[in-house]
């Protein structure tokens, strides 16, 4: 059987942000029952791989209320915004970048998506 994957940018909307020399992703559900998906596939090691070289660490919360999960990206921004000499360095650019994650998903919901 053919697996089946999906960017996440399918799946859910995020939104980033700097907390010092942290970036915050928060990544939201699209739909709710794309949530358990998120839950299941988003995890810390696979994001963690996502972003090698680019981060130290990588913490996840759950946000089941919005349907959403949030991640802190450890020492993503080479100092934070007011040292950084990074372009990003407010992190703005680690969402899109998270949405280009893809992660497995049944073949029935990547032939939905996919018509999207």
Request: glycine letters at 8%.
């Amino acid at each position: 059987m053919k697996k089946s994957t999906a960017q996440l940018r399918l799946l859910a909307h995020a939104r980033s942000g700097d907390k010092g020399n942290t970036a915050n992703v928060g990544l939201i559900a699209l739909e709710p029952e794309y949530y358990p998906i998120l839950q299941r596939e988003v995890t810390t090691a696979r994001v963690a791989r996502h972003f090698k070289g680019m981060v130290n660490g990588v913490e996840r919360f759950e946000l089941p209320n919005l349907n959403a999960l949030n991640f802190l990206l450890h020492e993503a921004l080479d100092g934070g915004g007011t040292i950084s000499l990074k372009t990003d360095a407010q992190g703005k650019v680690f969402s899109t970048a998270l949405l280009r994650m893809e992660i497995p998903v049944t073949p029935a919901l990547a032939r939905r998506l996919a018509r999207k």
